[in-house]
């Protein structure tokens, strides 16, 4: 993993409790990293507590200087982004299938050159139902 770029993973349904995890990792850190990549590919749904504490998180990356990129999201999880307006508010174009691609992504943001994908690569969550 590049300097600057930290990975957090979710293993379970997002709710509430789990959102107060993931702000103590935040708080934990030295400094703020410049990337945090949230990958989701065990998260099979979240509800709407888990979503506005998302949002929160996301604020507070904000705040801190730091890119939020998410990995790995399920539909359900998605649907919920979509239907709230969080797809827009991460932007598109940090929301990746696979974990390869985020990296990239992070790459990319810190001004290093992308990594060459894996073959066979793709969406997390395909691979976790076993469709690759």
């Known amino acids: ?32 990293p410049k990337v945090f990549i949230l990958r989701m590919r065990r998260v099979p749904a979240i509800d709407a507590t888990g979503l506005h504490a998302l949002e929160e998180f996301y604020r507070r990356c904000h705040r801190q200087g730091t890119t939020l990129l998410l990995s790995g999201v399920h539909a359900q999880p998605l649907f919920a982004f979509v239907r709230a307006g969080f797809d827009k508010v ?34 997390e969550v395909a691979r976790e139902q076993g469709q690759g």
Do not use: K
Request: cysteine-free; proline content about 11%.
């Open 1 to 32: 993993m590049p300097t600057g770029v930290e990975v957090y993973e979710i293993n379970g349904p997002f709710f509430f409790g789990v959102a107060d995890e993931l702000q103590d990792t935040l708080r934990g850190l030295e400094r703020p």
């Open 90 to 123: 991460v932007a598109e174009e940090n929301i990746f299938g696979n974990i390869d691609d985020a990296v990239n992504r992070a790459r990319e943001l810190l001004g290093l050159p992308p990594q060459p994908r894996p073959s066979g690569a793709f969406s």
